[in-house]
């Protein structure tokens, strides 16, 4: 994903978006692995995600669809 970087958003390593099997269980996995929540796992309309950052500043965006 690209995009502009602002006060919301700043700049970062790297945003990578993934599909799953299972958005809860990736999400707490990470989560358990000393990654911080980004934005809650919920359901979208293009399917059940959330945002976590890795401890290298990496952001992952986690989707089921």
Do not use: C
């Not at 970062?12 to 809860?24: C, K, W």
């Not at 934005?39 to 309309?45: C, S």
């Not at 952001?59 to 089921?64: A, E, F, G, L």
Request: charged letters at 15%.
């Amino acid at each position: 994903m690209m995009g502009q970087a602002g006060e919301n958003w700043p700049a970062q390593n790297a945003g990578l978006y993934i599909n799953v099997e299972n958005t809860d269980i990736t999400f707490q996995k990470a989560l358990e692995h000393h990654a911080s929540m980004v934005m809650p796992v919920e359901d979208k309309e293009y399917g059940r995600s959330g945002g976590i950052m890795d401890p290298q500043g990496n952001t992952w965006w986690i989707t089921q669809v």
